[in-house]
């Protein structure tokens, strides 16, 4: 006879949750976390993440009760490990004696022995190799194939929580909405009269070139009566400013020291995003923002966001198809779907 899931069979009253990367990664997080907040609407969820996860844990408060800052493993690449933390860190945890100990960090090479060490009294994630099902430890072949949200989402399916739908979400507050007022940023645009261009990306040889970017924003302003609005941090001004300087049109540079959150209130009213393949597009993609989104390393089939009419992503690792860019922004501005002939091939990505 075949046992219950996991969670029918626990009921844990506290979980926590391991997950230490950056914010397109955890974006796609929240469809997981929301099934399993459905599933466990009375348990206490904590996330362990990176230090600057706080914030997201904020935002989806909804989902997750408690944030715990992780200091590091020396074999994974995301920060640095702090070790002089690493010894109060897991006593801590352990301390705590958690239900469930849930590894989302992907194929448990090395975050298994990482949430094992948590002391939770059962733990579930993926593994490579068959399954393993015991009273205390349950653990899923890694699903090599799919987009990422589908991936985390499968782990919670099996665990028993049903699914709450693969739809990713980006919820803004009114601190948001006041800290992107008070900035003076875009000032004067109109919900709808402007297009946003992210010419940053986490790394920068993920980055579409400064010049194509202008490329295709003077097409669309010309073409479609738009402003253009460059975003990205403060970091990134050198790029938004190359941008610029390549430009016959006048864009408004937003680049600037605000939140993502304010950020997100600018996208929130633009008509369309053209970006790299960053956390950027799963913005856009939980603000129903449509998007162009160019690729030129990741895995498309696993980051590209699964609504493949509203946001078109485009395979350039040579910075030579600024046409299509340019064919997929049209389609999206004027409301209908390329020619599936032009796209042959190509079909669902471009």
């Not at 261009?197 to 738009?226: N, Q, Y």
């Not at 078109?312 to 002939?341: F, N, Y």
Request: hydrophobic share 45%; with cysteine; proline share 8%.
């Amino acid at each position: 006879m075949s046992r219950r899931p996991l969670l029918q069979r626990l009921d844990p009253p506290s979980v926590v949750v391991f997950r230490a990367l950056h914010l397109g990664d955890m974006l796609c997080t929240v469809p997981a976390l929301r099934s399993l907040r459905a599933a466990l609407p009375r348990a206490h969820i904590a996330l362990v993440g990176l230090p600057w996860a706080q914030q997201f844990a904020d935002r989806f408060a909804a989902y997750v009760d408690e944030f715990i800052p992780f200091p590091g493993h020396p074999l994974l690449p995301e920060q640095p490990a702090r070790q002089d933390t690493l010894a109060r860190f897991y006593n801590r945890l352990c301390a705590r004696r958690f239900a469930l100990a849930i590894q989302l960090h992907g194929n448990g090479d090395i975050s298994n022995d990482i949430v094992t060490a948590f002391g939770a009294q059962a733990m579930a994630g993926f593994c490579r190799g068959p399954a393993v099902n015991r009273d205390s430890l349950v653990l899923f072949p890694y699903p090599e194939i799919g987009a990422e949200p589908e991936r985390l989402q499968s782990l919670m399916t099996q665990l028993g929580a049903t699914p709450a739908g693969t739809h990713l979400e980006f919820p803004l507050s009114r601190q948001d909405e006041e800290e992107l007022q008070a900035s003076g940023i875009g000032q004067g645009l109109e919900p709808g009269d402007y297009l946003c261009i992210h010419p940053g990306a986490r790394t920068r040889d993920k980055c579409w070139p400064p010049s194509r970017f202008a490329e295709v924003g003077d097409r669309l302003a010309a073409e479609f009566g738009l402003q253009v609005v460059l975003t990205g941090s403060a970091a990134e001004r050198d790029l938004t400013a190359e941008v610029a300087a390549h430009m016959h049109h006048t864009p408004i540079d937003a680049a600037a020291p605000i939140s993502i959150g304010a950020m997100a209130v600018l996208l929130r009213d633009a008509r369309l995003l053209l970006c790299n393949d960053t956390g950027v597009s799963h913005i856009a993609s939980g603000l129903k923002l449509k998007s162009v989104v160019v690729f030129s390393k990741a895995d498309i089939a696993r980051w590209a966001p699964l609504d493949r009419m509203a946001h078109r992503c485009i395979w350039d690792p040579g910075a030579e198809r600024a046409k299509v860019v340019l064919q997929h922004a049209r389609a999206l501005l004027s409301d209908t779907a390329p020619s599936r002939q032009r796209s042959v091939g190509m079909w669902p990505y471009w």
